[in-house]
Structure formats: C-alpha cells, structure tokens
C-alpha cells in the first residue's frame, strides 16, 4: 500500500463518515472491488449483456456512503443490494454468467448486506492497513468447469481467483487473513458436523461464535456442493450429516 493510500484510509477511518464504523468502510471498499472486477470484465471481453450488471452494482457503494452520511434509509440500502442480487440471479438463468460465478458474487453480496445490517463497527484491532484490499474469494467456492479462458464467464472466474494480479504483495495480507480464517471456520464445522452426526445451525452457533447463522449457513452451502456433507429436512428441520454417513 502506498503513504498516499494509507493516509487516506487513516482519514477516512476518522471522518465523520466512517468513525466508529470500521465495518461499513470495509463493505464499501469490497463493494467498489466488485465493481472494478465486472467493469474489467465488460470491457476485455466486450460482453454488453453485464452492462445492467455493473450499472447496479456501481450503485452500492454510493449507496453505503449516503447511509453513513444518514442520508439513506438502511432499508433503501438494502434494497439497492437485493435488487442487484435478482438481477445476478436472472442473469445466470440467461445464460449471461455462468452459474459458479454467480453464487460467488451473491455469496460476496449477501455478506455485504449482512455486515451493514448488523454491524456498527469491526473490532478495534482493524486498522487502516486492512483495506488496501481487492476482492478476494475462496477458490474451493467455484466449482471446475471447462469454460475457455477467453470467454466472459471464464474471465470473470480468472479476475475473481487473481485479485492481487498487478497489485503490491502488502495489498493482499488482510484479505489472505479473512481467507485463513474462513477456510478455520469451515474446518471447525465440518468436523463438528462429523463428529455429531448430525446437527442442526443452532447447534453449530452454538459452538462457532464468532459469526452469524447465515454465515454458517453460507459456510454449510459450500460444504454441500463440495459433497463434504448433505442436508436432510427443510428450513428450521433441516440436519446436516457427514456424506460418509449417508445410506
């Protein structure tokens, strides 16, 4: 990270935007990241169906500094969010991006809107060196395909696994660490829900508590399309059981 751009987040850090609202700075950097990526995307892969896409998606951090501002209803804000997740959805259903790439940007999109929902603030510790991050994505959370390098779909899967690419080796440290500890809580699940043989998200809250449940069960999603573990039973019944265990 440049003096120049850690001075400026310092800053922002202590404007009367962000002060005391580390969270809502984080999610409005990360929401600008995406932006970066699709718009790359459009433009080398010359794809004016994501147009729609990114005219949405160029909307929310405007949005989150106007709702910091308090010039935005936070319901407004989530509006914004939400209507940008339909139209990812309809977007795969179009053929327009492909299937893998769309959970990860609705995964990226859900948890944005869950921070700014919930969360006044990330813990004191953060500092502005954090947020010299680009978007940064699990690749076990795309599943393998065979699409060519050279299409849209196949571009946007390289942006999204390659985010550093171009970028000093500083700029990807927090962000490597919000991966690392991703990747402990989905271990700590897995072997709980191993280890239980089957266990509902209140029984895994109730041992990992250092997130929400619709963390842990964006976490359980991936586990299930990894074929780590399978889900019986519907919404508050559902039990989730190791895949060895199944008959």
Request: glycine share 6%.
């Amino acid at each position: 990270m440049s003096d120049s751009t850690k001075k400026f987040h310092e800053f922002a850090l202590k404007s009367s935007l962000f002060k005391g609202r580390t969270a809502w700075y984080f999610c409005y950097l990360k929401s600008e990241r995406i932006v970066q990526v699709l718009a790359t995307l459009a433009l080398s892969a010359k794809n004016s169906h994501l147009n729609m896409v990114i005219i949405k998606a160029r909307k929310i951090p405007e949005s989150i500094l106007y709702f910091a501002a308090g010039t935005l209803d936070r319901s407004l804000l989530l509006a914004d969010i939400f209507s940008l997740i339909s139209t990812l959805r309809i977007c795969e259903t179009e053929g327009i991006i492909q299937k893998e790439n769309v959970f990860v940007l609705i995964t990226e999109y859900e948890a944005i809107a869950e921070r700014m929902e919930n969360e006044m603030g990330l813990s004191s510790f953060v500092s502005s060196n954090d947020f010299s991050i680009p978007l940064t994505l699990n690749e076990k959370s795309i599943a393998p395909t065979v699409s060519s390098s050279h299409s849209p779909q196949g571009q946007l899967k390289g942006a999204m696994k390659n985010p550093d690419k171009g970028h000093s080796k500083g700029q990807g440290s927090f962000s490597g660490r919000l991966l690392k500890d991703q990747e402990d809580r989905r271990a700590k699940i897995l072997n709980f829900v191993r280890d239980s043989q089957g266990v509902s998200i209140k029984d895994i809250a109730n041992i990992v508590r250092t997130c929400s449940e619709k963390t842990i069960q964006r976490e359980l999603s991936l586990l299930i399309r990894e074929g780590e573990i399978t889900k019986v039973g519907e919404r508050r019944w559902s039990i989730y059981l190791p895949t060895s265990s199944n008959p």
